[in-house]
């Protein structure tokens, strides 16, 4: 969430770094394979300041983006706060076409290094309670690569999302903690992420995903110490037509923790 969300900058804890990667249809060549760092920090006068860096590489293609995150928090309550984000920051991109084969005897123009850099801005909030939190974001403001000599992906359009879940305890244990996340992207359809955990002593989370676009995923979470969680999640997709191929996602998290926040340490969602 902190890589979409400005406002989750120092909402989780004092300090806190969150290492993941993502390598998705393993088993295909030259698969899309990404790797994301964010940092954020709570710091003093209600601010937080968070760092994001992420690295995509789809064949041909490669993408880097990096931004500075800043939040605003609010007090509703002793238990209750509002954050507001706000993200700055660019992405980079290349396309290596050099190496593909051509079928024409002439020199094909197509056929070259392009790269550009697209900076951005973006914005976010979060409601934050022991039970409940909803999250609302946007954080590509721009549309970009409309003047492009090459490729233009999604990634170049207005993202919006919203999230939204509880924490219920079913006793000292256990706890329930459903979630959804929606991403509405211009030109394309709707996507929505359905996630259920079960969380017993905070200590270990397992559950299920499922997203529209027709896939479903296992997602387990471990807290070892007080200030390391490791992740793992393993996805396929459902459609007919793809699942007889054999490709699955799989990823990998770890987060450190340095400094809890007692205000938040157990509600938010997971990243």
């Not at 290492?19 to 899309?32: A, G």
């Not at 090459?150 to 459903?178: A, C, E, M, Q, W």
């Not at 999640?233 to 007889?244: D, H, K, Q, R, V």
């Amino acid at each position: 969430m902190s890589l979409i969300n400005p406002a989750y900058a120092g909402s989780e804890a004092k300090n806190m770094i969150a290492l993941t990667s993502r390598n998705q249809w393993v088993s295909l060549e030259n698969s899309p394979k990404t790797q994301v760092m964010t940092f954020s920090s709570e710091r003093g006068k209600n601010v937080g300041l968070g760092l994001s860096f992420i690295a995509n590489n789809f064949f041909v293609e490669r993408n880097t983006a990096s931004y500075i995150d800043f939040s605003y928090k609010l007090n509703f309550t002793n238990e209750t706060a509002l954050y507001l984000g706000l993200k700055a920051g660019a992405t980079f991109y290349k396309e290596n076409l050099l190496g593909l084969t051509s079928s024409s005897l002439s020199i094909d123009p197509a056929q070259g290094l392009f790269s550009r850099v697209n900076p951005n801005l973006g914005i976010g909030m979060l409601i934050q309670s022991p039970v409940f939190w909803f999250s609302f974001s946007v954080p590509r403001l721009f549309n970009s690569g409309g003047n492009s000599e090459f490729s233009i992906t999604s990634t170049d359009r207005v993202h919006t999302y919203f999230g939204s879940g509880v924490n219920l305890k079913v006793n000292d244990s256990f706890f329930l903690k459903p979630s959804i996340l929606i991403r509405t992207v211009s030109d394309l359809s709707t996507t929505a992420d359905f996630l259920a955990l079960v969380s017993y002593k905070n200590t270990f989370d397992f559950g299920a995903s499922y997203r529209t676009n027709n896939s479903l995923g296992l997602i387990s979470y471990f807290s070892l110490k007080s200030f390391l969680d490791i992740g793992y999640a393993y996805e396929t997709p459902l459609e007919i037509g793809l699942s007889g191929l054999s490709i699955s996602t799989h990823e990998i998290s770890l987060r450190f923790k340095f400094g809890s926040n007692p205000n938040t340490e157990e509600t938010t969602p997971e990243d």
